[in-house]
T-cell receptor, first 111, second 112 residues
């Protein structure tokens, strides 16, 4: 079965500190992994796709197939990073393009 | 102005009533999805549709129904059979596999 696990419901850090939001997945095939972000009073929006290997707003995420993880990292957190973050998985080849989401991690960056 | 629109923003339903949530997109996306968002549970897939006149059940389809008569529209009906309908409902669309989602702003349904 496909599953995405975000072990932390809430992550609180101080401004300027490094941040890592954990995401582990369960899937036997080749997955496509995403991070979505929901800022207060805004729509859920795409932050990163693993196949793009890009850095958005200073965030990066590397797919580790051996550890089945896709952790989101940023070296220096900013207050505007405070938001709800969701990790999501898509099974390639079928499944209608649907995404399986984790439970979400709320990031709080304190001044 | 391209995008995906959900209406209404807030909806109140009496127990025993069916209600329909609207989702419209003008992005020319083939695929559309309905998710339910509950605190601590993330987003759970209710129904999805890859093409017009076709749709599949997601993980929590019981008590819900959908239709896809037009490419632009994917309405969700919450029936009286849904035991715990109070939630935040999100609609999304996509070009399909290999593409990310565009999300609507959501509808908050409350049963009174």
């Amino acid at each position: 079965a496909q599953r995405v696990t975000q072990p932390e419901k809430l992550l609180s850090v101080f401004k300027g500190a490094p941040v890592e939001l954990k995401c582990n997945y369960s899937y036997s095939g080749s997955p496509e992994l995403f991070w979505y972000v929901q800022y207060s009073r805004q729509r859920l929006q795409l932050l990163l796709r693993h196949i793009s290997r890009e850095s958005i707003k200073g965030f990066t995420a590397d797919l580790n197939k051996g550890e089945t993880s896709f952790h989101l990292k940023k070296p220096f957190a900013q207050e505007e990073d405070s938001a709800m973050y969701y990790c999501a998985l898509r099974a390639l080849g079928n499944q209608g393009g649907k995404l399986i989401f984790g439970q979400g991690t709320e990031l709080s960056v304190k001044p | 102005d391209g995008g995906i629109t959900q209406s209404p923003k807030y909806l109140f339903r009496k127990e025993g009533q069916n209600v329909t949530l609207s989702c419209e997109q003008n992005l020319n996306h083939d695929a559309m999805y309905w998710y339910r968002q509950d605190p601590g549970q993330g987003l759970r897939l209710i129904y999805y549709s890859q093409i017009v006149n076709d749709f599949q059940k997601g993980d929590i389809a019981e008590g819900y129904s959908v239709s896809r008569e037009k490419k632009e529209s994917f309405p969700l009906t919450v029936t009286s059979a849904q035991k715990n309908p109070t939630a935040f409902y999100l609609c999304a669309s996509s070009f399909g596999e290999g593409w990310g989602y565009t999300f609507g702003s959501g509808t908050r349904l409350t049963v009174v």
